[in-house]
């Protein structure tokens, strides 16, 4: 099975006349580095307080030093303090929204819309690519299917032998993305598969990683339907100590990689598996009991 290699890297961020909002991954860092401008853009925190409509600055104070949290609400005020409109208004209130967040499932979704708002700007122009490269499941299908001895360049084909629950329209946009990414190369009208590092950003590869996780899960699940003789599901529950976890996932690690070796480059290849390997408790542990324990009291 062919796989699409991933190298992190840290956002950077360029020097702009304008703060730039969407380079910011929290409103308290936002919020120093307005407080912090020089020259005709300085802006204190009470003149900053007045412009958003509060009698005092404690609250944008607080929020400074980190004793309580910039809410939407008050992202609002903000956004119209500074002039913000559009784009970065919305990325502002998101990015609150996303640190107001209470269970991981929302939070997901707003780190997922910010990473979106941040593709629009042009330095970000390839962070969505990126993004859907990692987080959806029929990219390293498409991927490892060009390698197959029956593959069409055709959409609509691609898109029934991924089991239709895909567009052509995604399809071609899959394609695009791979192309673009150097990922895929055309050869003689025909798409070939490129042995190339994807590099992205620290922040997409946490979200893209999780959804990608979440949606080949959720494939297995489908899978249980079709006939015995075409997949293998197999489990073994194990009581373990804390110091054999490490052991199990270089295990782990080692047998995929063998797997991947061994039958990745067959030349007959023409159909297109995945395999899932999940290990996660099912009890907690000590520390986690006693810290509910307490909680309940």
């Known amino acids: 099975m062919r796989r699409i290699q991933v190298r992190y890297i840290a956002d950077s961020m360029k020097s702009e006349p304008t703060i730039p909002i969407t380079s910011f991954d929290s409103t308290r860092a936002l919020l120093n580095s307005v407080l912090t401008r020089k020259g005709k853009n300085k802006l204190g925190l009470r003149e900053l307080a007045r412009k958003a409509g509060f009698s005092s600055p404690a609250t944008l104070g607080m929020i400074r ?8 609400a008050v992202a609002e005020r903000l956004a119209k303090a500074l002039s913000l409109t559009g784009r970065k208004k919305r990325y502002l209130v998101t990015l609150a929204e996303f640190e107001c967040s209470e269970s991981e499932q929302n939070k997901l979704e707003k780190k997922e819309e910010l990473i979106k708002l941040r593709s629009l700007s042009e330095e970000k122009s390839l ?3 990126q993004y859907r490269c990692l987080a959806l499941w029929y990219y390293p299908a498409l991927y ?3 390698s197959s001895q029956l593959f069409r360049r055709d959409p ?4 029934n032998k991924l089991g239709g629950k895909i567009t052509p329209t995604q399809i071609k946009q899959a394609i695009g993305d791979l192309l673009n990414l150097g990922l895929l190369r055309e050869e003689n009208g025909s798409l070939v598969p ?3 590092t994807l590099t992205t950003s620290e922040d ?18 489908e899978a249980l339907s079709l006939p015995l003789e075409t997949r293998e599901m197999n489990g073994v529950t194990i009581c373990i100590s804390k110091k054999s976890v490490q052991a199990i996932k270089e295990k782990i690690r080692a047998f995929r990689k063998e797997l991947n070796e061994t039958f990745s480059q067959d030349p007959e290849a023409q159909e297109v598996y995945q395999i899932n390997i999940q290990f996660f ?14 909680n309940e009291v």
């Open 65 to 72: 030093k980190g004793h309580r949290r910039l809410t939407p």
């Open 127 to 129: 962070t969505l690519q």
């Open 144 to 146: 490892t299917l060009v």
């Open 156 to 159: 609509l084909w691609i898109a």
């Open 194 to 196: 490129v042995d190339q």
């Open 204 to 221: 997409v590869k946490s979200v893209a990683v999780r959804r990608y996780h979440e949606q080949m899960i959720s494939k297995a699940g």
């Open 281 to 294: 408790p099912l009890t907690k542990n000590a520390q986690e009991q006693e810290t509910v324990s307490e």
